[in-house]
């Protein structure tokens, strides 16, 4: 029986080709790193394919992150078993590719960004940064400038945006300031904040918010090995993000965004450091900008010098621009259909991507392959293509279909993960400062208004008297009777208003100096 793990050549047992099979077909830890693709229609086994793999990988020791995307990759945690409908079948496909069948569970972490099937997976505004945020919020180019503006000036005011609320009050602000920020940076119009807080309040209606925030995910996390040297499989519960499919993209590669940032130059390992599995990996490319589609593709160019492992999941390679597809030297490409015209050009497409294998023709192969069988080829000794083969896929070991809750629930809670995330941080953010200095503003301008208050008092100091006077406002009239013996104003009365008339006036307090020196001098 072939080894599943050869630690000597350094192999991964994949399955059967060649004649009934028989031939062990094996991907190179070495060039696991030049990354791959797991393309067929729905139900052909792309699952179960990548659910083998990522238990080859485990067993290397290299850590899995991959995506659930309908529950199944769950069973991932508990071991096959023999009592099992497909028990069988996978007995008699073991022993024709040279396989033993060995059940066992894998060390796997559940992570949910809603944290109901796993434990929550956060980052912040901050390290998604504006451009991933733009793209999924789908904002235009004017409105991703603002973005831009804000994201600049909350770096250059020291104001970290850790949260939802953070970025909102922060767009706020710049909502306000934007006349003064427009002269530096270019126009900031209000039209765009707008448009921009009504996109973050959807995304925050949709659940999107539980994404941001802290404690935010450290990578370290995910690159783990158990007690016994096998590599953690992450898998990120995706059943609900998926209709959220920006949200989805977003977050995959805002997370291969950060393994090529973080990580270190390790050159040519003799493994990957970590595998990365992207399933529905046309959700990144719908709709996408050409900026984004360059970015991932310079990220799969480069990241494999960091010792990752990049696989994308999907039902046709014709998903995946040709430009990120050229990257992918490993490749298990599953049954194709092709009942119109587009299907038949996809299908020639595929079958242009695969090393040529003068025993069979390659087009036919991809329509005829069944269930659980598929065209692969791997990169060779010296980086090389591999010939196409036409190999069956060793059954998995673990349990095929999901686990139940209570079984998940009980994985969670012996997680020593759960005390690092499952309590949500509001750290001091951009949100408690820009209060903070709002409300400090309010008090000073309140304080600089009692003062004015203060000074305008009536000052009789010589020269300024006029101009720091307190304006005189006579009292109102009562309204006139007709009687004139109402009138009563005696000469003091008199003297006294027209006095009051005149102390507005330089002269009338040149006059009233005049009289005060007088009397002073006469006592």
């Avoid at 069948?101 to 434990?119: I, K, N």
């Avoid at 994201?151 to 706020?172: H, S, T, Y």
């Avoid at 507005?504 to 040149?510: D, K, M, V």
Wanted: negative net charge; proline residues 5%.
């Amino acid at each position: 029986m072939s080894p599943l793990l050869d630690a000597e050549a350094g192999t991964l047992f994949v399955g059967g080709a060649g004649q009934g099979y028989a031939t062990p077909e094996t991907l190179l830890l070495k060039y696991a790193n030049r990354h791959g693709l797991i393309a067929g229609a729905t139900g052909t086994g792309k699952t179960v394919t990548l659910q083998t793999l990522a238990e080859s990988l485990s067993l290397a020791g290299v850590p899995v992150f991959l995506s659930d995307i309908k529950g199944d990759l769950s069973g991932l945690a508990c071991a096959g078993r023999s009592d099992f409908k497909l028990h069988d079948a996978f007995e008699t496909r073991a022993d024709q590719i040279g396989c033993t069948l060995s059940y066992q569970s894998f060390p796997v972490t559940f992570w949910d960004v809603w944290g109901e099937l796993g434990h929550p997976v956060r980052t912040t505004p901050a390290e998604m940064g504006p451009l991933l945020l733009s793209r999924l919020l789908d904002l235009t180019a004017a409105q991703e400038g603002v973005m831009n503006i804000a994201f600049r000036v909350a770096d250059e005011n020291g104001l970290p945006l850790l949260d939802l609320k953070d970025l909102q009050a922060m767009l706020i602000w710049v909502g306000q300031n934007a006349q003064d920020l427009s002269l530096r940076y270019g126009n900031v119009s209000t039209a765009s904040v707008g448009a921009i807080q009504r996109a973050l309040l959807v995304l925050e209606n949709e659940g999107g918010d539980r994404l941001f925030g802290e404690p935010a995910l450290e990578l370290s996390d995910l690159m783990r090995q158990d007690a016994s040297g096998r590599g953690v499989i992450n898998i990120l519960a995706a059943e609900r993000l998926m209709n959220a499919p920006k949200l989805y993209a977003t977050f995959l590669l805002w997370l291969l965004s950060e393994l090529f940032e973080q990580l270190p130059e390790v050159g040519d390992p003799d493994r990957p450091r970590i595998a990365f599995f992207f399933d529905e990996a046309h959700l990144l490319f719908d709709d996408a900008p050409k900026a984004l589609i360059d970015k991932v593709e310079r990220v799969a160019r480069l990241i494999r010098s960091k010792g990752v492992s990049v696989w994308f999941v999907s039902q046709n390679p014709a998903d995946i621009p040709e430009s990120v597809l050229g990257q992918l030297g490993n490749r298990v490409q599953h049954a194709l259909r092709s009942f119109t015209a587009k299907d038949q050009k996809a299908l020639r497409l595929a079958a242009e991507n695969y090393r040529p294998n003068p025993e069979f023709d390659i087009a036919e192969a991809i329509q005829q392959v069944g269930t659980g069988e598929a065209v692969t080829s791997f990169l060779g000794a010296k980086g090389t293509p591999g010939i196409a083969q036409r190999t069956l896929i060793r059954p998995p070991f673990s349990q095929l279909g999901p686990i139940d809750q209570a079984t998940r629930a009980d994985i969670l809670k012996k997680s020593p993960q759960g005390l690092k995330y499952d309590t949500t941080l509001d750290r001091d953010s951009a949100q408690e400062i820009l209060a903070r200095r709002t409300a400090d503003a309010a008090q000073q301008a309140e304080a600089e208004v009692a003062k004015r208050s203060d000074d305008d008092l009536f000052d009789m100091s010589p020269g300024d008297g006029h101009r720091n006077a307190r304006r005189y406002e006579a009292p109102k009239a009562e309204k006139k009777t007709t009687r004139r013996s109402s009138r009563s104003d005696s000469v003091f009365e008199t003297f006294g208003k027209s006095l009051a008339r005149q102390l507005g006036t330089r002269t009338g307090q040149a006059l009233v100096r005049g009289v005060l020196g007088s009397l002073l001098k006469g006592r």
